[in-house]
């Protein structure tokens, strides 16, 4: 089923790139930089870079701020907040926090790729406080219970 969400390129930022896949099936939209001049990203540091642009998508979906994997492995740049998420009342520019846990600085140039985005079904959910949970196997155990 195919879902539509709106997108608006924020004006100054004509030359940058909209969000794409960079294959066929890929499951994240590639998200570009929107600095006005380079950034140097020190390591143990971390910014918010804008891309330049805004959704607007239709209720029961979010868009989650993930890494780009190959900025990960390369240089140790990855998303403070991951998955970061976009709510859909949110109208504003979508911004990426990044961080450098790399050793070296890195250099955000202007539409340069520096994320995904990833939409997903947010299904309807409401709570209900009960006095007693049901019983599992598992129970409580949690934080390495297994094992390693």
């Keep these: 089923m195919l879902t539509y969400v709106e997108i608006n390129r924020l004006e100054g930022n004509e030359d940058i790139e909209l969000p794409r896949k960079?294959?066929?099936?890929?499951?994240?939209?590639?998200?570009?930089?929107?600095?006005?001049?380079?950034?140097?990203?020190?390591?143990?540091?971390?910014?918010?870079?804008?891309?330049?642009?805004?959704?607007?998508?239709?209720?029961?979906?979010?868009?989650?701020?993930?890494?780009?994997?190959?900025?990960?492995?390369?240089?140790?740049?990855?998303?403070?907040?991951?998955?970061?998420?976009?709510?859909?009342?949110?109208?504003?520019?979508?911004?990426?926090?990044?961080?450098?846990?790399g050793e070296e600085p890195f250099t955000i140039t202007r539409n340069e790729r520096i994320a995904q985005m990833v939409f997903q079904a947010v299904p309807e959910v409401e709570l209900k406080q009960v006095d007693q949970l049901s019983e599992t196997v598992r129970g409580a155990g949690g934080f390495g219970h297994t094992g390693r």
């Design 22 to 101: 960079m294959s066929e099936l890929a499951s994240g939209f590639d998200l570009y930089a929107a600095v006005q001049e380079e950034l140097v990203l020190e390591p143990g540091k971390r910014c918010l870079v804008p891309t330049g642009f805004a959704i607007a998508m239709p209720a029961g979906l979010e868009a989650q701020i993930r890494p780009r994997s190959g900025l990960a492995l390369k240089h140790g740049i990855t998303c403070l907040n991951t998955p970061g998420t976009i709510d859909a009342d949110y109208r504003g520019e979508i911004k990426v926090l990044l961080i450098n846990l």
